[in-house]
């Protein structure tokens, strides 16, 4: 085995340690990790999921370690021979001198652990030493202080947020990765339980990585619609995180019980509330680095199928302006959706320019404070009801949700049931009043007789 007294130790300048200091490593287990692999390669597939070249404190075995992941990620042969003619001569005589050490059959992922461990320590250091100089900046917030601290430490024990960014890739990967996604039925999709948008949207529902932006006028009814969408999706067993900035806990609870037990009783609600997996914080105010730490630590304890925001325009974002400000929020929300690989669904209010047309309906350009949210959604899902603006519109009791924008799709729109009582959606397959020009052939519902489902 390699002797750690003898191994050589460099500082570990990338994350700006102190050499005048002691580091925690243990660069004999990183060693009988590299060894086990040259050793057999198809060790390698117990452990890369573990740990990531940075996680090795000597700079030569992070060379070499990088070398191997090269090599099997390309399926090419990652042997003691192959490593040691890829090497540059600064590497080499520290393969040489692992191959010759370390026994043929080592217990890879017990290293695996102790060289995750220590970099865990060493990573701790340095966020230990970031927070205090956060802490210490002229004029800072001490609650985004807080929020971003406790993201830095939670992101240490996050292995996908520690891989902050991707790999290119050449055009026939990109390819070959589209048709693993087409040929999957889009079985990782949430259906929004709405059968006209669902036949709309690419695969069937919302798809990972997503920005779903549901916009309208207030009492539109575009919380309810994002709320049952979360609902229905927790109900179906995925997580959701559900930030309810503008309502709190107590009214959310309110509304979905005085619907549920209307259908089944009371107690049968609240047995059935018990197994869903949903989350609401309705802290009031809150910034992007609130939604990722809270996001991290509810992934960390049951998974994360799905975000809710509602609203966008209540989030709070340091930037020069209110303009500057939102459009740092929409392309921050993006990236959450990529970041944790789950469809992120933000409410948000449109301008009153709507108030001004004779036609009411909305469009895209209606999109409050900024043309970023437009730019950065996937899908734009927009709430009109007509009989929020004519007392005597023969459509009382019925909505529109247009989607004004499907990145992957076509756009269209669906006429739906509007129950006020509970403030739900309902799927409507019937015409529309006065026998008007659209119909919508979706859901399982009539008018006549129409029941709540």
């Known amino acids: 085995m390699v002797d750690i007294r003898t191994a050589e130790e460099p500082p570990f300048e990338d994350d700006g340690y102190s050499i005048e ?11 009988a990790l590299l060894g086990g692999i040259l050793h057999n390669s198809r060790a390698y597939d117990a452990v890369y999921d573990l740990i990531s070249e940075r996680d090795f404190y000597n700079r030569h075995h992070r060379a070499i370690w990088t070398l191997i992941a090269k090599q099997i990620e390309r ?10 003619d890829m090497a540059d001569e600064e590497t080499r005589p520290a393969v040489t001198h692992i191959l010759h050490e370390t026994p043929s059959i080592v217990r890879v992922q017990d290293y695996a652990k102790l060289v995750r461990e ?38 240490i024990l996050d292995k996908e947020a520690r891989d902050e960014s991707r790999e290119p890739v050449t055009l026939y990967q990109a390819f070959a990765q589209a048709v693993d996604w087409m040929d999957s039925d889009h079985k990782d999709g949430i259906p929004t339980g709405i059968h006209g948008l669902d036949a709309m949207l690419a695969g069937g529902g919302l798809q990972p990585e997503q920005l779903i932006v549901i916009a309208g006028r207030p009492s539109m009814g575009k919380s309810s619609l994002a709320y049952q969408i979360a609902e229905r999706t927790a109900r179906a067993g995925k997580p959701v995180a559900y930030f309810a900035l ?3 806990v107590r009214e959310i609870g309110v509304r979905a019980i005085r619907y549920h037990q209307s259908k089944v009783g009371r107690s049968e609600a609240l047995r059935m509330a018990a197994d869903v997996p949903m989350v609401i914080d309705d802290m009031p105010a809150i910034g992007l680095s609130h939604i990722r730490v809270r996001c991290r630590r509810i992934r960390r304890k049951q998974g994360l199928g799905l975000i809710v925001v509602d609203y966008l325009q ?3 974002q340091r930037a020069q302006s209110r303009l500057e400000e939102i459009s740092e929020i929409s392309r921050g929300l993006k990236a959450i959706a990529k970041e944790f690989g789950v469809p992120v669904i933000a409410v948000s209010q449109l301008n009153r320019g709507v108030e001004q047309r004779p036609d009411k309906r909305p469009v895209l350009s209606d999109l409050r404070e900024s043309g970023q949210i437009e730019q950065d959604a996937d899908v734009v899902l927009m709430c009109y009801r007509d009989e929020y603006y004519y007392e005597d519109s023969p459509e009382k ?26 403030t739900r959606w309902h799927n409507y397959d019937g015409e529309r009043p006065l ?9 399982d519902s009539k008018a006549k007789g129409f029941q709540p489902q």
């Not at 200091?21 to 060693?31: G, K, L």
């Not at 399926?75 to 040691?84: F, Q, R, S, V």
């Not at 026998?435 to 859901?443: D, E, F, L, M, R």
């Open 21 to 31: 200091r002691h580091v925690p490593n243990n660069v004999q287990a990183e060693a």
């Open 435 to 443: 026998k008007a020009s659209a119909t919508v052939v979706a859901g």
């Open 397 to 422: 009791g019925f909505g529109d949700v247009f989607l004004r924008k499907n990145r992957d799709g076509r756009v269209g729109s669906v006429f739906l049931r509007w129950n006020g009582e509970y």
């Open 75 to 84: 399926n090419k042969p990652a042997d003691a021979i192959t490593i040691l």
């Open 118 to 155: 220590k970099s865990i320590l060493r990573s701790l250091i340095t966020a230990g030493d970031v927070i205090s100089e956060q802490a210490r900046e002229h004029g800072v917030d001490a609650q985004d202080a807080a929020e971003r601290a406790e993201a830095l430490v939670l992101s």
């Open 246 to 248: 503008e309502t709190s």
């Open 314 to 316: 209540l989030m709070r």
